[in-house]
């Protein structure tokens, strides 16, 4: 299994970044998983963001990035993405994602990618 994840940098706040997962090597279709998105910021665990389910398309977030964040996927591509929007510093982490199973991550973590908000 490989998770990839892209698109971070530096941002100045209120601005705003998409971030992309290209998933691979699964066992079964991308589309049959529920997929999510988690940071981790300097000194603290890591927390999960926001969710999409694998049919419908549901989704969840966090209460801190609920109406700044949307994720979506693509299943023709095997990715999901994180749009980002009126970003804050308090957003600076690395961001992961990660297949989901009864609302736990299943697979190795991949690098990440860093956000960092700043003027």
């Known amino acids: 299994v490989q998770l990839v994840e892209s698109g971070g940098g530096l941002v100045q706040p209120g601005g705003s970044l998409r971030l992309s997962c290209a998933a691979s090597?699964?066992?079964?279709?991308?589309?049959?998983?529920?997929m999510s998105w988690y940071r981790q910021a300097p000194g603290k665990e890591r927390e999960l963001v926001a969710t999409?389910?694998?049919?419908?398309?549901?989704?969840n977030y966090a209460d801190s990035v609920k109406g700044r964040f949307i994720i979506h996927r693509g299943n023709a591509k095997n990715t999901v993405y994180l749009q980002m929007k009126s970003l804050k510093p308090e957003d600076t982490a690395v961001y992961y994602c990660?297949?989901?199973?009864?609302?736990?991550?299943?697979?190795?973590w991949g690098q990440g990618t860093q956000v960092t908000v700043s003027s």
């Open positions: 990660n297949a989901l199973r009864s609302n736990l991550a299943i697979f190795p």
């Open positions: 999409i389910a694998s049919a419908g398309g549901s989704t």
């Open positions: 090597g699964f066992t079964y279709t991308f589309s049959s998983y529920g």
